[in-house]
């Protein structure tokens, strides 16, 4: 069974900087490939994909969001799941989540649909003030 970790969230000013890492654990098949990914949700709001990545740091994809200032990142298949995030906003506060799902597909471009991720940690917050 896996099991995620988040960890890495805190408080920073806006235009800070905060990387958070996912740790994975339990059997998984190393000849499949895994979808790895970051959600978010901030109170009264939707749980939102912002950014995935093809297991061992293959294509990577993200929300529009977040183009430009996060980057997620994977060395290989049995590393941690990272996400850089930099000049940070206050509209990006958010309980942090990191998900997994197998990758079904060759044309499975990972897309961060919540309701396909199987795998989920606890969650890390981030707070973002201005």
């Known amino acids: 069974q896996v099991q995620l970790v988040e960890s890495g969230g805190g408080s920073v000013q806006t235009g800070g900087s905060l990387r958070l890492s996912c740790a994975a654990s339990?059997?998984?098949?190393?000849?499949?490939?895994?979808?790895m990914a970051w959600f978010r949700q901030a109170p009264g709001k939707e749980r939102e994909g912002i950014a995935a990545?093809?297991?061992?740091?293959?294509?990577?994809y993200y929300a529009d969001s977040v183009k430009g200032r996060f980057t997620i990142s994977q060395d290989n298949s049995k590393s941690p799941v990272y996400l850089q995030m930099d000049s940070l906003k206050p509209m990006d506060s958010a309980m942090y989540y990191c998900?997994?799902?197998?990758?079904?597909?060759?044309?499975?471009?990972?897309?961060?649909?919540?309701?396909?991720?199987?795998?989920w940690g606890q969650g890390t917050q981030v707070t973002v003030s201005s």
């Open positions: 998900a997994a799902r197998p990758r079904r597909a060759r044309g499975d471009d990972c897309e961060m649909d919540k309701n396909r991720y199987q795998y």
């Open positions: 990545v093809t297991s061992g740091g293959g294509s990577t």
């Open positions: 339990g059997y998984t098949y190393s000849w499949i490939q895994m979808c």
